[in-house]
């Protein structure tokens, strides 16, 4: 199964997968860092193998994966939506744009 997630997310931007699939991808996964977003769910940093993954919740309640090209970009990335979500709490009415 994580051979698969990998594969796909070398041809792709992102990909969703299911919950049940998170479960396995957690459980086979190095956790580098989670942070709770307090609207949907919450974002973790993976590493399996020296690949870095973001994986997070939609708005439509997706759990959506994306490869990431180091560590420091997950980091980034990270940093980016966490003050986006802070944002958000302050009423912005701004929007993350998660199949992009």
């Known amino acids: ?3 698969t997630i990998i594969d796909k997310l070398s041809k ?3 990909i969703i997968i299911k919950p049940e699939d998170l479960i396995q991808l957690i459980n086979q996964a190095k956790i580098i860092k989670v942070e709770n977003t307090y609207f949907y769910d919450y974002i973790r940093i ?3 193998d020296e690949i870095y993954i973001i994986q997070e ?6 759990i959506i ?3 990431m090209n180091s560590l420091y ?4 990335f990270l940093q980016d939506r966490l003050k986006f979500y802070e944002r958000k709490w302050d009423g912005c009415g ?6 992009e």
């Open 12 to 14: 792709s931007n992102y």
């Open 46 to 48: 993976l590493e399996i």
């Open 1 to 3: 199964m994580i051979k």
């Open 65 to 67: 994966l994306r490869k």
């Open 73 to 76: 970009d997950a980091e980034n």
């Open 57 to 62: 919740t939609t708005n439509k309640n997706e």
């Open 94 to 99: 701004c929007k993350i744009f998660y199949y």
